[in-house]
């Protein structure tokens, strides 16, 4: 195997205990923040070259965002590494029962395009942390990207613990042959199946994953909500980064009246972002490669275009769309659509709404838009997806505090912050007992009595406390 090499020396570095220390993590981590600070430039020229991401949107969900969570992770990498003690019964009182936070081992980081920093660095910083050496693996369709974080990576992570690999999916499948502790893949549309490849290769060798895909994520409108607000905040999670968001709302569910005002509202809402073409925008980006915008155009045949649909093959460029009066059955309704086309699924209520939701595969996000709070509620008890969000789209993936992940097809496991370092993190129970005191432990020995047996569950029983309420 091609890999096996460059694994096996990870893995020898990890046993010699080098990246276990604080002070290893915290100089690898703060190697990280230095490389966002020297190539903010080039990751917004390369992203842009790649996708023409505007700046804004690059450096907000690039280098924000990622610094958020870096300096979170130095602020309490510390605490986050304590063993954490545990409740004792009356035979261990005297001695030390905790939870110690152990590192895998060597993990595999697989990132996609859409967000080519943002998504391989927030699971590496946390890979980190937690005191794993990592193999990471960029999208090879973002190749400016890829060629950047495989270029100068190397000069601020130790290479003894950290190496890019750049592959295309003949490579990767031979890459994941390998035997690996951890294996965090990210995927873009049509993830599931690829999510099913990754998972097949760990299961060979008993590694566990985290899967973080995607899906059709549903946002539901009432009647009864602020329509200019709805279309701004709608407009603007479906269009940034040209609608290739893993999160972006994937369409609309509304009333035929409500659909009737949300037209004018939502063509003034991109009007307002994107002025009158938004060819010309230098804020709003394009479709990352020619295959992905075949099939992304190949969408545009549901329902009817109620605004935009204008394409250009040679710029990649997809007008700014909402497709109306769309079908369950139609195209768009088969596959997230990761592009910048927002389908209207009327139905006649709330109750509908989720009975639509209820009916398809758990997605990555709801959404839920209404002036009525009881509304909101109604929508989160009774729906199930990996986040959700009342009254905007994507704002809850700023929130560090929060944990990111699907829930079904739409993903395995969680990370962010705190979550990424217990996701990286062996959860190691640990029972420290006094060498003396052996009268204690007569009762466990044979010959055994009645009365032992009294004796131990008077000593082991956790009995039941009172009815816990929910308030």
Known sequence: NPYAGLVGHLRATWLSGRTRPLEYRVAQLEALGRFLDD????????????????????YFSEILLCKNELNDTLNNLCSWMKDEHVDKNLVTKLDSAFIRKD??????????????????????????????????????????????????????????????????VPETTRLLENKFDYIFFTGTSRSPSVGRIVMTAAAKHLTPVTLELGGKNPCYVSDACDVQNVARRVAWGRFYNAGQTCIAPDYLLCSLEMQEKLMPALREAITEFFGSNPRESPDFGRIVGDKQFRRVRALLCSGRVAIGGQTDEKE????????????????????????PILPIVVVANMEEAIDFINARPRPLAVY????????????????????????????????????????????????????????????????????????????????????????????????????????
């Open 39 to 58: 190539k903010k430039q080039e990751i917004l020229e390369a992203t842009a070259r790649d996708m023409g991401k505007p700046a804004f949107e690059a």
């Open 103 to 168: 590192p895998y081992g060597v993990v595999l980081i697989i990132a996609p395009w859409n967000y080519p920093i943002h998504l391989f660095l927030v699971p590496l910083i946390g890979a980190i942390a937690a005191g794993n050496c990592v193999v990471i693996k960029p999208s090879e369709i973002s190749k400016n990207t890829e060629r950047l974080v495989a270029e100068t990576l190397s000069c601020y992570l130790d290479n003894d613990c950290f190496a890019v690999v750049t592959a295309g």
């Open 316 to 339: 990649r460029y997809i007008a700014p769309t909402v497709l109306a009066d769309v079908l369950p059955s139609d195209p768009a309704m088969q596959e997230e659509i990761f592009g």
């Open 368 to 471: 839920a838009f209404s002036c009525d709070s009881k509304v909101v509620n109604q929508v989160l008890e009774r729906t199930s997806s990996g986040g959700f969000c009342g009254n905007d789209t994507l704002m809850h993936v700023t929130l560090s505090s929060l944990p990111f992940g699907g829930i079904g097809t739409s993903g395995l496991g969680m990370y962010h912050s705190k979550f990424t370092f217990d996701t990286f993190s062996h959860r190691r129970g640990c029972l420290h007992r006094n060498m003396g005191l052996e009268a204690l432990n007569s009762l466990r020995y044979p010959p055994y009595s009645q009365q032992k047996l009294g004796l131990m569950t008077a000593t082991f029983e956790v009995k039941r406390r009172g009815m816990c309420t929910l308030c």
